[in-house]
């Protein structure tokens, strides 16, 4: 069990953007500013939602489904400091069972590693095409014998050279280990 690490929600900019700076000044706007976090999250408050005295969130008596639901599918904003709960949920049995988690959690090992794909990216490109070629039907449900399909899907993600990937994100990790344990050692009186 591994607590939430710093790239929890992992957005990014675009390396083409043409305004890199405004659009990570809209993106924390969106994230962090509570008034723009529940628009988007939520929907507009007294219509969609209200937060109620006790500090639920609920649906005001005029709300009709059919006339105000909203769902952005937020996660990709997600700041679990700004969620506000919902009045339906037993949050008691929620907090007994992260309070009994948190005692045995570890921190998140690799909160800085920088990966570099540079030597794998055409790969990459070609696993891409793989991955859509057989995950569109697989998710849909439109395959015949599984097995074949399964066995065939594994042979091209070989084809596009997913092991080639795997040994150089596996070398960069080991070398990320080394420098880490290095740093550690160095830290220790």
């Known amino acids: 069990l591994v607590r939430t690490s710093v790239t929890h929600g992992a957005m990014a900019i675009y390396s083409k953007s043409k305004h890199p700076e405004r659009a990570l000044k809209v993106y924390d706007l969106l994230r962090n500013d509570p ?10 408050r007294g219509k969609q939602y209200v937060i109620r005295d006790d500090g639920f969130r609920s649906y005001p008596e005029s709300y009709k489904p059919e006339r105000d639901s909203f769902a952005t599918n937020f996660w990709w904003g997600r700041n679990d400091m700004l969620e506000v709960r919902t009045s339906e949920n037993l949050w008691d049995k929620y907090d007994e069972l992260v309070a009994e988690y948190n005692q045995v959690a570890l921190e998140y090992p690799y909160p800085a590693i920088i990966w570099n794909f540079s030597d794998v990216s055409s790969k990459l490109e070609q696993i891409d095409a793989v991955w ?10 439109c395959i015949g014998d599984e097995e074949a399909f399964v066995d065939e899907f594994r042979r091209e993600l070989k084809a596009a050279g997913v092991e080639d990937v795997i040994l150089s994100l596996q070398s960069q990790l080991d ?12 830290s220790r009186p």
């Open 35 to 44: 008034e723009c976090y529940y628009l988007m999250n939520y929907g507009i």
């Open 175 to 186: 070398r990320y280990r080394r420098q880490q344990s290095k740093l550690r050692g160095k």
């Open 132 to 141: 859509n070629k057989f995950m569109i039907p697989l998710c849909f449900g």
